[in-house]
């Protein structure tokens, strides 16, 4: 079988192709250039964000005896190319939530102590290293703050606040961030065009927001998405697919609520009941729409939305319909309606009762 999923198949293998971080990717690549490498770092964040990939890219890029001037690697040298034919003896990999005992790191630490055979460091990458249980923790500390000249470790973690002060003292931390819907969308389109696949922008901001800032995700979401629809995918199979709430829905309901049309909203809801989504995640998007509403309504603040040009230029017409106040009013209603949302009994009607206090807000009413 020789299929390769997106995420494995277009994982980042240089510093500039690394989607979303470029203020960690400068800083790797100045150490690199001035000779400043510490002993020891910690790549924090959330899933998917990348932690990985830059810790293997920098492994990689420490030890290419033929760096080019923008501090890339040459992926011609010995050393590179046993990198990319997953045999370097240089670069060692330890999951630390199935090795977490005080024997695992036991066995690193002699493994430690030999130098490498090609290039100049030996570099140790320890994934979720914050499941080390606190033996293995204590007997990693001084190894970690005096290691040999040539080990170098690398640390990733998703929860930082579970590593030990005094390993996070003995290293240099990068918080990577989240992966913008902004960011997701263009890797994902590049991605596309190299596959020959033709997907609709709004499509792909779709995925990049269910992805909720993981490249990983966001690659694994399209991969699901052209297995349904094949290689032209429009907005609506991703919508079909993914089983998230149309723009429109919201378009719909905050356009009736403006006029006082509580029938309209009320017959929208239960279609939205129909289709089988939560009531809660309906209250969720409806207050981030009215948010994006607010936004929209001044050229300051409509880079905020993350959203296709075409939808953007709804929000913005939808917006100019609406008061100001009406939508401050509503934003807090929506969110009053949604904390109060798991506490109340009969969720269906605490959410009708949500959409009749927005169409009182204008103080209109349809007969």
Do not use: W
């Not at 929208?268 to 009941?273: G, I, M, N, P, R």
């Not at 319909?321 to 209603?333: C, G, Q, S, V, W």
């Amino acid at each position: 079988m020789d299929y390769i999923v997106s995420a494995r198949k277009y994982r980042p293998a240089t510093f500039d192709s690394v989607v979303g971080q470029r203020s960690i990717t400068t800083t790797l690549k100045n150490a690199v250039k001035n000779g400043q490498l510490a002993h020891a770092y910690l790549f924090c964040g959330p899933r998917g964000v990348g932690k990985t990939t830059c810790a293997r890219i920098f492994a990689k890029t420490i030890n290419c005896s033929n760096l080019g001037a923008d501090q890339e690697v040459c992926n011609e040298c010995e050393s590179c190319r046993a990198f990319n034919e997953n045999r370097s003896f240089n670069i060692h990999e330890l999951d630390a939530a199935s090795n977490n005992s005080v024997d695992d790191i036991r066995t690193l630490i002699d493994q430690v102590r030999i130098p490498p055979q090609v290039g100049r460091y030996s570099v140790y990458i320890i994934d979720e290293v914050h499941m080390l249980s606190q033996s293995a923790f204590n007997a990693f500390l001084k190894t970690l703050e005096e290691p040999p000249h040539h080990a170098i470790f690398i640390l990733a973690t998703t929860e930082k606040h579970k590593i030990l002060p005094t390993i996070l003292s003995r290293c240099q931390i990068f918080d990577f961030n989240r992966i913008t819907v902004k960011d997701a969308a263009a890797h994902l389109q590049q991605v596309a065009q190299k596959e020959g696949i033709s997907i609709e922008a709004e499509g792909l901001n779709v995925i990049a927001r269910k992805a909720d800032g993981a490249m990983r995700d966001a690659l694994s979401i399209f991969d699901q998405i052209v297995a349904f629809s094949g290689r032209q995918i429009t907005y609506r199979d991703v919508i079909d697919n993914l089983n998230v709430l149309d723009y429109d829905v919201f378009f719909g309901i905050v356009d009736a609520c403006s006029a006082g049309d509580y029938r309209k909203a009320m017959l929208d809801f239960d279609e939205v009941l129909r289709r089988g989504f939560d009531p809660l995640h309906f209250l969720e998007g409806l207050t981030h729409h009215l948010r994006n509403l607010l936004m929209g309504r001044d050229a300051s603040t409509l880079t905020l939305l993350d959203v296709a040009d075409s939808t953007r230029q709804q929000y913005q017409d939808q917006a100019a319909r609406m008061n100001e106040t009406f939508l401050i009013d509503a934003i807090d209603a929506a969110s009053r309606c949604e904390m109060e949302f798991r506490t109340a009994r009969d969720k269906r009607q605490h959410v009708e009762f949500g959409l009749l206090h927005l169409c009182c807000l204008n103080g209109e009413k349809k007969k």
